[in-house]
């Protein structure tokens, strides 16, 4: 998101700083002591600052919505000056979209007909049509359509403004009170509109798939490794995952394409982390311990690196 005021093109660059405070906020949320809940919470309140930076038709004073010091939740968030946008909401939805589109087509297997067609036009359609639409398959998947409206089949649109309306009328009948109008959202009403469905599992929610890739982001690329145990196996059975759907065994290709670099980890030590995740997952107090990945039991017996033959 290009956020300098000027026409210019500036550098702009992470410091260590920033790194960490990224993915300890994504990844090490029980760091700073909180519950499951607000952790989620101040993971959604970075997720909104991003949409603030969102290309900006209305006014829109840019705040961020703080945390206070005695932070216990959702109250704990000062929003009253901080509102996106009718603009910026569909912006927030076109980018929802676009990535659900995007996570879908490179977690399927690869096909020739995907290479060929690699540079194809953008499926929003979102600068270069008069009346701005959407797919409707994937927004009926992401809960962003009305129900009155019938999900067609994939490639069918229905236009932006529809869906904006749609937030705006989810959050009036979930809350009364909702102080926003139909041209601002306040991060308050974010979160209203975001739990609507509070059943689901995060990975299922309507931004849940951003928050995925986020989360996966600050700990493959930015290597913070999570706090809690539960947290790395979901993370860790997403990569496997996405991966296997990426590339399905086949006979002349069990462990993916031609080339693939591997590191290697010892099945029984494979088989402790396991039982180690999930015993944790459910009791904290009785976990057992996990030590450090030990490849021994590959390597010949000379001391060397080199891997056994058998």
């Not at 690699?118 to 398959?137: F, G, I, M, V």
């Not at 601002?184 to 209203?192: A, G, N, Q, R």
């Not at 849940?208 to 290597?223: E, N, P, R, W």
Request: charged letters at 25%; glycine letters at 6%.
């Amino acid at each position: 998101v290009d956020i300098s005021p000027c026409k210019e093109k500036k550098e702009r660059y992470w410091t260590m700083y920033d790194v960490l405070s990224f993915g300890c906020l994504l990844v090490r949320g029980k760091w700073l002591n909180l519950t499951d809940r607000d952790a989620e919470l101040g993971m959604l309140r970075h997720i909104f600052s991003i949409f603030l930076l969102l290309p900006n038709g209305g006014t829109n004073k840019g705040a961020l919505p703080e945390l206070s010091p005695d932070f216990t939740g959702s109250s704990g968030y000062v929003s009253s000056k901080s509102f996106l946008s009718r603009e910026q909401v569909g912006q927030m939805l076109i980018l929802l979209v676009d990535h659900a589109i995007f996570r879908r087509k490179v977690d399927s297997p690869i096909r020739l007909d995907d290479m060929q067609n690699e540079k194809k036009k953008n499926s929003s359609d979102y600068n270069d049509t008069p009346e701005r639409t959407l797919d409707s398959a994937t927004a009926s998947l992401l809960g962003l359509l009305p129900p009155n409206l019938a999900v067609g089949q994939a490639g069918n649109r229905v236009g932006l403004d529809i869906l904006i309306d749609h937030v705006f009328n989810e959050i009036h009948s979930k809350n009364k009170n909702a102080d926003d109008i139909q041209s601002s959202l306040s991060f308050e009403s974010f979160l209203t509109w975001l739990y609507d469905s509070t059943s689901l599992q995060l990975s299922e929610r309507r931004i849940g798939g951003l928050l995925l890739d986020l989360q996966l982001f600050a700990t493959t690329v930015f290597g913070i490794k999570p706090l809690a145990p539960k947290e790395e196996w979901v993370l860790i059975s997403e990569v496997v995952r996405r991966y296997k759907c990426r590339y399905p065994e086949s006979r002349t290709a069990k462990r993916g394409p031609l080339g693939t670099v591997w590191f290697m980890v010892q099945a029984s030590w494979w088989k402790k982390w396991i039982t180690y995740v999930k015993d944790v997952s459910e009791n904290e107090e009785k976990a057992p311990t996990l030590s450090k990945i030990e490849n021994t039991q590959l390597l010949v017996d000379n001391g060397s690196l080199a891997l056994r033959p058998d």
